[in-house]
Every structure is written in structure tokens, then in C-alpha cells.
């Protein structure tokens, strides 16, 4: 079985300038999340969906972060502006059952 | 602010000895819990889970035990081999929040000496 894929690996770029990130979870996953994990810390959920609708966003900045999954299966995260605190890797994870998550490798995005 | 955490952020143990991780957290109202393996430069791995309503569960080499009058959590791997060299996570899934995503803590880093 294949597992959350997720791309680019690595991104650099300034602060101030935009930035996506793409996911395409396990197939037949319903729920999609994003995770943001600061060097030395555990993940930090930013956005949940559930097929193509929001679940729960209220960790997420939404001055500059949004998410959308519209067909219900793969899945954006965009930054925009970024600034230097956004340097992080950011998981996307996919469940079939609400409990058990199953990680990507994540995208380590560096704002200089 | 963060319900789940770790009491130590690094834990050094010799190959072939068993390791104990523990994991404080906060929320009473949580009713099920993780334990999730990270290696360097990889997503957290699943390893394993335990519900409110159980103070024990085993899987091959792992053991978790749930204490939950005082709000603990343990992973106990059994002879420590040189691929278990991670950051552990425990992450609890609060009830009544309305989201089903998990809250984790700062994470172990277990370090095997040969």
C-alpha cells in the first residue's frame, strides 16, 4: 500500500515571498490533516478535513495560511506571505478511522 | 498551550537493555493515546495505541501503560536494538474539542550506545 506523499521535500525561499505545498493522501483515506513541527518540537495540527470539508482550522494563521481539498483526495497548504517563524517541516497525514494517522515525510521549508 | 508532554528530552540506553519513555498530559477527558516513532528526516511512525478504558497493552517488543489517576503514560521497549535509535512522541486525542487531530507532546530522543 502506498503511503501520504508529499511534495517538495525541501523549499527555501525569503521571507515575504509565497509558497504551496502538496499532499496526496492514502487512497480511500476520508480525513486529511496538516501538521506543522518546529525544529525540537512534536507536530502542531494546523487544518483537518474530513472528505472535502473543513473539520477544524483553529490552529491555523489565516492572515497568511490557507488549505484547500477540493476533490476530496490530494491536498495544498499555502503560505503567503511567509515570514522567517513559518521554517518548519510540515506533515501531511491521512486517516481511514479518526484515531490512527498515517504520516508523509513532510516538506522542510526554510525562510531566510 | 500544550496538554501532553515528556519528563526528559533525551534518553541514552546500552543495545539489548529495555527502555522506558514516559509522557505526562493534562486533559482527564482524554480517552485514547499514541505513541509515534520519528527518525531523522521521516514523518512519525505509528507504533502503538491504548483507549482510557484499558491500563495495558502489549505489541511485539512494546508495552504501554496507561496510568490514569495520575495522568501518565510509559513505552517500555523491550531489548533496545540500534534501529530503535528515534524521537518518540506520545499524542493524546482530546474528547469534547469538536476535532479528531492529534495533540503531541516535545518528544523523547532515545539514543542506543553499543
Known amino acids: 500500500e502506498a503511503g501520504v506523499a508529499q511534495s517538495p521535500r525541501y523549499k527555501i525561499i525569503e521571507k515575504r515571498q509565497s509558497v504551496a505545498f502538496w499532499c496526496n493522501p492514502i487512497s480511500g483515506h476520508a480525513t486529511l490533516y496538516w501538521y506543522q513541527q518546529i525544529l525540537g518540537q512534536g507536530p502542531k495540527l494546523l487544518i483537518q478535513f474530513q472528505n472535502n470539508g473543513v473539520v477544524d482550522d483553529s490552529q491555523l494563521p489565516k492572515d497568511r495560511f490557507s488549505a484547500e481539498r477540493l476533490k476530496g483526495v490530494d491536498s495544498t497548504l499555502k503560505i503567503q506571505p511567509a515570514k522567517l517563524e513559518d521554517s518548519a517541516v510540515y506533515l501531511c497525514?491521512?486517516?481511514?478511522?479518526?484515531?490512527?494517522?498515517?504520516f508523509g515525510q513532510g516538506t522542510r521549508l526554510t525562510v531566510v | 498551550g500544550e496538554s501532553v508532554g515528556l519528563h526528559l528530552p533525551t534518553l541514552s540506553v546500552q543495545e539489548g537493555d529495555n527502555s522506558i519513555i514516559n509522557c505526562a498530559y493534562s486533559?482527564?477527558?482524554?480517552?485514547?493515546f499514541i505513541w509515534y516513532k520519528q527518525e531523522s528526516g521521516k514523518g512519525p511512525q505509528f507504533i502503538i495505541d491504548i483507549r482510557s478504558n484499558m491500563d495495558k497493552r502489549q505489541g511485539q517488543r512494546v508495552t504501554v501503560l496507561l496510568n490514569k489517576t495520575v495522568k501518565h503514560l510509559s513505552l517500555q521497549i523491550a531489548a533496545t536494538q540500534p534501529g530503535d535509535s528515534a524521537v518518540y512522541f506520545c499524542a493524546e486525542n482530546p474528547t469534547g474539542g469538536g476535532a479528531d487531530g492529534l495533540t503531541f507532546g516535545k518528544g523523547t530522543h532515545l539514543i542506543i550506545q553499543p
Open positions: 497525514a491521512s486517516s481511514l478511522y479518526i484515531s490512527e494517522a498515517f
Open positions: 486533559n482527564s477527558a482524554s480517552d485514547y
